[in-house]
Structure formats: C-alpha cells, structure tokens
C-alpha cells in the first residue's frame, strides 16, 4: 500500500502557483519523498525530491514539514502543459529500489 | 538527466500472438530495472523487478510464464507478453534505477500502449 495521501484532483488557473499538498506521517527517518507526474499517455517523469530541508529546481519548490509527516509540491506559475497526475512517494532509495504509485493527484490547469 | 528509452511506443497484436517490450538505458548501465502496467484511469502498479544476469522478482499475482522479463545486459531488458489475450491490452513502463551518490533515482521510459485484438 501507499504510504503517503493525496487530494484526487486539484484545479488551477494558468499562470498562478499551484500547491499540492501530500500526507506522509508514518515517513521513517531514512525514507525521502519523492515527487513524479505522469501527463496523459507518457512514462512518469521525476520533478524532485528532499529529506528533511525545502528544496527547489526549475521545475517546483518542495516544502516539507518540520515533523515530516507532511510536504506541498509548488509549481510557481503553472502552465497548460501542467496538467497531469502528481504522484508523492516516500521511499529510502535504496538498492533494492521500486517505487509503490498511490492514486496520485490530478492537476487540471485551467486557462 | 539520465534517459529510458522504451519500444515500441504502440503495438497492436493479434490475440494468441507474443510481443516484446524494450527498455534501454541510454547513458547509464543499470543493473535493476522495473516493469510496471497501468490501466486505464489507475496508478501505476509493479510487475516485476529485472535483475541484470538473474531471474526476474515478480509481483504476486503476476504471471512469470506469461509476461517473460530477460535482463541479458547492462542497458538492455525486455519484456515479453506470450499468447496475449485482450486483457492484457494496458499501458507497460520500465524504470531503471540508477545510483546517485547514497541514493537510488528511477528514470522512466515512455511507457507502450498494448492493443491486443
């Protein structure tokens, strides 16, 4: 099963941050959470991850609780090609490393 | 970053007929890879694991007669799908996993779209 929780769907107007929130509160010490999208008819694709500090790339910011049992995906300005299923997943990356998708949250950028 | 490559993106095959997968590492050598099927409107769920030089780790309730997982290279594992029957129309996707430093990133494949008729 999952660890982690997510909303079912989310909408968003085009050009303003969109936060996707994500329920993590059994998360080990060693496990780091990940975050993957998946646009329609494609392989998921990587967009960050963190441990215990925020971390941000090109794609988002990644906000995680002092307590992590919990963290918010940002994407800054979302665009159209946003929309897509936003999967969280907390895992240690490990060598035996597979990754177990929930149901993910379905982000629908609006114009 | 690091890049999957999966083929053929489509295929459409008879029922009763084989088809195979392919799912390329193409600038890492990646000892574990991951097949995984997804049908319509669900997540994502892990077939088997693709160990380089061994037996493939299934899943419980998937098939190892079935759907044959051949790891023969570093970069190289293929998936097949013997006497497909319409059930197994669905959307397959490779990972590979790929050291980085203390972790272990997965990359992912673009996933092909099986149409068994």
């Known amino acids: 099963d999952a660890k982690t929780t997510q909303p079912t769907s989310m909408d968003c107007a085009e050009g303003r941050a969109a936060n996707l929130p994500c329920n993590h509160s059994?998360?080990?010490?060693?496990?780091?959470v990940y975050w993957y999208r998946q646009i329609h008819s494609q392989g998921p694709q990587y967009i960050i991850h963190g441990l215990k500090n925020n971390e941000t790339n090109e794609m988002a910011s990644l906000i995680i609780t002092e307590d992590r049992k919990s963290s918010t995906l940002i994407l800054p300005h979302a665009t159209l090609r946003d929309t897509a299923v936003y999967y969280c997943?907390?895992?240690?990356?490990?060598?035996?490393?597979?990754?177990?998708f929930g149901k993910g949250t379905l982000l629908t950028v609006n114009p | 970053g690091a890049v999957v490559s999966q083929h053929p993106s489509r295929v459409i095959c008879k029922s009763g007929t084989s088809v195979k997968i392919e799912c390329r590492s193409l600038d890492f050598q990646a000892t574990t890879m991951f097949w995984y099927r997804q049908f319509p409107k669900q997540s994502l769920m892990l077939m088997a694991t693709s160990n380089e030089g061994s037996k493939a780790t299934y899943e419980q309730g998937v098939e190892k007669d079935k759907f044959l997982i051949n790891h023969a290279s570093l970069t190289l594992s293929t998936l097949t799908v013997t006497s497909a029957h319409p059930e197994d129309s669905s959307f397959y996707i490779c990972?590979?996993?790929?050291?980085?430093?203390?972790?272990?990133?997965?990359?992912f494949g673009q996933g092909t779209r099986l149409t068994v008729v």
């Open positions: 059994t998360i080990s010490g060693n496990e780091y």
């Open positions: 990972s590979a996993s790929s050291p980085q430093g203390q972790r272990t990133e997965a990359f």
């Open positions: 997943i907390v895992d240690s990356g490990g060598s035996n490393y597979k990754l177990t």
